[in-house]
């Protein structure tokens, strides 16, 4: 007999059986035991024969699982410390100021002045702007919940299936914002001789703000294609109209109108009791004025810049690059 008797071995054994796409069947002994899978075998639950590739797949996305959970608990964790240090020094954390603006609404404020924004143009306005004015809107809502002093805020003429109240919808929560949302106009909702409605084009100039006025902004982003017509809209219903008193407190390189952001904010700083000039120079583009102090002139009068910054009713066109300039990804804007 010899010493190193044949052995007769199955080639099929030993070879992983293909099916031509390179997918092969692993024996129990060979699945990884590392991360748990919802395969066995090589095989979905379905009874699919999975790739190398796919299994490798699976178990780097377990892994990476996994690591992920023990991630986030480290992060508590110094998180947890963290606040209690801030807490031994006695320094606010997130989570208070979070709280003590939660606390500041329009009902506690001490501020009486009213603003209504009358988005009653939703006809005049193409689908790009009817984005853009919502997107002001939600500045708007910003700047006043930041306030120390909120402004009473109401949105007017959301009506019902109209192309702001969908622009408007896509604000997650919108309806929880701290400002009184409308489907009526202006109009059908405040006293008629408390009624002042904004305008650039009005002769009349508002020096100081009435705590018993509620003041109109016109809500429409038209590019100067509607020149005026807040001011006509006004007038045909015999409400009082006024403006801002831009060119009495510093001079003027363009015309003077402005975003409904603009407009809006001006109210709120000079309700806060700041003075017209300092605000002004705060609040506008610097290159709608000369530090200087001297006017702009041209043959053909006083330059709005055209650019795609957002504009109210009687505000047109401003400078790009200011302050309060709107950028074009959303999440730029926070709202609590």
Known sequence: MSENPEIEINSSELKPESDGDN???IKLSETPTEPKMSTENGQTNRGEVLSKRKQKKL?????????????????????????????????????????????????????????????????????????????????????????????RLHFTSIREN?????????????????????????????DHNSIVYLSSDSENVLNELD????????????????KGL???????????TARLPLSEHIEMKTRSVLTIVHVFEILLRISEGKPWKETLLQVLPQRK????????????????????????????PVEKK???????????????
Request: hydrophobic residues 25%; positive net charge; aromatic residues 6%.
């Open 322 to 336: 200011s302050s309060l300039e709107e950028e074009t990804n959303d999440n730029t804007v926070s709202t609590i």
């Open 289 to 316: 004025f000369k530090p200087n102090g001297k006017r702009k002139h041209s043959d053909s009068g006083s330059q709005v810049d055209n650019d795609e910054e957002t504009t109210s009713k009687d505000q047109q």
């Open 211 to 226: 705590p018993n006025a509620v003041y109109i902004i016109g809500g429409l982003v038209d590019h100067n294609h509607h």
């Open 162 to 190: 109209s192309r702001i109240k969908n622009s408007l919808s896509r604000n997650d929560g919108y309806t929880n914002w701290d400002v009184k949302i409308h489907e009526k106009p202006y109009y059908e909702l405040f």
């Open 230 to 240: 807040s001011l006509e809209r006004a007038e045909e219903k015999g409400f009082k």
């Open 59 to 151: 178990l780097k996305m377990a892994k990476w699982e996994e690591q992920k959970k023990i991630k986030r608990q480290k992060e508590k964790e110094k998180k947890r410390e963290k606040r209690a240090k801030e807490v031994e020094l006695g320094i606010l954390g997130p989570s208070y100021k979070r709280k003590l603006l939660k606390a500041n609404k329009m009902e506690n404020s001490t501020n009486l002045v009213s603003v209504a924004i009358d988005f009653d143009y939703d006809e005049l306005m193409l689908d790009k702007d009817i984005a853009k004015c919502s997107k002001q809107m939600l500045r708007v809502y910003t700047e006043n919940r930041r306030s120390n002093m909120p402004i």
């Open 23 to 25: 997918k092969v069947e």
